[in-house]
């Protein structure tokens, strides 16, 4: 039953939280990112920063949603601890909020832009895996196709930003070598319900990396010693 409400409320909430955000749409008729161009640097890394918010925000629904639907309760502890490497595993990410303090305003837009390039082919897969799903509601697979879509329009908000901040020129992909996703989940589970939640974990974890680093980034941009 919790289940079967938490589906409904999803569904009906989900118009409300796509209308609240702000468009992110560089791309112009044809194909130049000219429309993030011409917004102020200001302007552009908050429409980034909501943008990077909201896609964690659906990322985390979406990955609870599954879990709450193909995972069985009973496995829900063994999932959170069994060993797997992400497809990001590779990237080297600070770990301690030090570390996070000391790195520069360019590696904090490259390593952005490094996370949401790993993940653009990987949840083109996950939306294709979803879709063979009988029982899959359709606001699960509305809200992993819509990750995946608004993943590409952060990319190319951050590419301007990276030209403005930075003054570089628009960069091509920058990151295509990924490590393959791997782990070891419960004999007893189907192999594809454990590689799907596993990703979406993964997943979840480097959206939330994306959106504190942008956030600490537009804190440097007004008091860069009080970056907590």
Not at 99 to 106: A, L, M, P
Not at 135 to 154: H, R
Request: charged fraction near 25%; hydrophobic fraction near 40%.
């Amino acid at each position: 039953m919790a289940v079967v409400q938490g589906t409904v409320w999803a569904a009906l909430l989900w118009p409300l939280i796509m209308t609240a955000s702000m468009p992110l749409d560089c791309k112009d008729e044809q194909g130049s990112l000219s429309r993030c161009l011409s917004i102020s640097q200001e302007k552009l890394l908050d429409r980034v920063i909501q943008h990077a918010e909201l896609i964690y925000r659906v990322s985390e629904e979406a990955c609870t949603m599954f879990e709450e639907m193909f995972v069985p309760f009973p496995f829900r502890p063994q999932m959170n601890q069994v060993g797997y490497a992400c497809i990001t595993k590779s990237l080297a990410m600070p770990s301690t909020k030090s570390e996070i303090q000391q790195i520069s305003d360019k590696w904090l837009l490259h390593s952005v832009l490094m996370l949401i390039q790993s993940w653009i082919e990987p949840l083109v897969y996950l939306q294709t895996t979803l879709d063979r799903y009988d029982d899959a509601p359709d606001v699960l697979l509305n809200k992993t196709k819509w990750v995946s879509e608004k993943l590409i329009s952060l990319e190319q908000g951050v590419i301007v930003l990276i030209k403005k901040m930075l003054d570089e020129g628009i960069l091509s992909n920058s990151y295509t070598e990924q490590s393959p996703f791997q782990y070891e989940g419960p004999p007893e589970m189907l192999e594809s319900v454990v590689r799907d939640y596993m990703l979406l974990n993964c997943f979840k974890k480097d959206a939330h990396k994306m959106e504190i680093f942008l956030k600490l980034l537009k804190c440097r941009q007004t008091d860069r010693n009080n970056c907590a």
